[in-house]
């Protein structure tokens, strides 16, 4: 069972994630409108920066982390930007989307050029993502856990850090108990995924060098 | 434009509340 305090946490944080997304009508640009290379690269350039404001308005409202050193609050906002960001959009991917949205996107992202060898281990995640059928709060807590991991480069009071991952790395071992009680492996499965995303960011920096050559 | 800041530059900003609603 859930303890009261588990609950309010769980609350504060799915409100957060749910409150703090990408705004709307550049979410709809990205579906609607017609798009040459150049504007393409812009506009998924603006969309990163916009999930990057976002992210951290998010991570400002998990509990604790205001009150981790500045300097380490920095770090692990760096260390995690490009994972919370594939999180997110895996969640986009898992959801049913109107006839042809899908779609939409994912040409839109294959036609930014990045390379087919960057293209395909992500989708291949959102893939992987949507086989979970993870809950919201799964969604929530998932990232909150992956920004305060303690191993980011440059973080100096690790021990502060794992302090407030801790407990909502518990939280969410029950909430998968909870949720899916007939899938024993289900939170297993979902720290498995941190490890897929860690891969991700390794490769994101040569995503990005060859994205400007092209 | 955005596009020029740093991921660093982005955070930072964000942190000091200066993200424009």
Redesign the interface.
């Known amino acids: 069972e859930l303890s009261q305090d588990q609950q309010a946490l769980i609350s504060y944080v799915v409100d957060a994630h749910n409150k703090h997304r990408i705004p709307q009508d550049m979410a709809r640009k990205l579906l609607q409108e017609q798009f040459n290379a150049e504007e393409n690269f812009l506009l998924l350039t603006e969309m990163a920066t916009s999930h990057v404001q976002v992210l951290v308005e998010f991570t400002k409202n998990i509990p604790g982390f205001q009150s981790l050193d500045h300097e380490d609050q920095i770090a692990l906002l760096k260390g995690s930007a490009v994972e919370a960001m594939f999180l997110r959009s895996a969640q986009v991917f898992s959801k049913k989307l109107p006839n042809g949205h899908t779609e939409v996107l994912e040409d839109r992202i294959r036609q930014s050029g990045i390379s087919e060898e960057f293209i395909t281990p992500m989708f291949n995640f959102y893939k992987s993502i949507g086989e979970l059928q993870m809950m919201q709060e799964e969604h929530a807590l998932l990232t909150a856990i992956t920004i305060l991991s303690p191993d980011r480069p440059y973080v100096k009071d690790q021990e502060a850090v794992e302090r407030l991952q801790e407990p909502m790395l518990e939280v969410l071992r029950k909430v998968c108990k909870l949720q899916h009680p007939h899938e024993p492996q289900h939170f297993a499965r979902l720290l498995g995924r941190l490890t897929e995303l860690r891969t991700l960011n390794h490769h994101h920096a040569e995503v990005l060098e060859s994205w400007r050559m092209s | 434009p ?2 020029n ?1 740093g ?2 530059d ?3 900003k ?2 000091m509340g200066n ?1 424009e609603e």
């Open positions: 955005a596009s800041l991921l660093e982005i955070i930072r964000a942190l993200m």
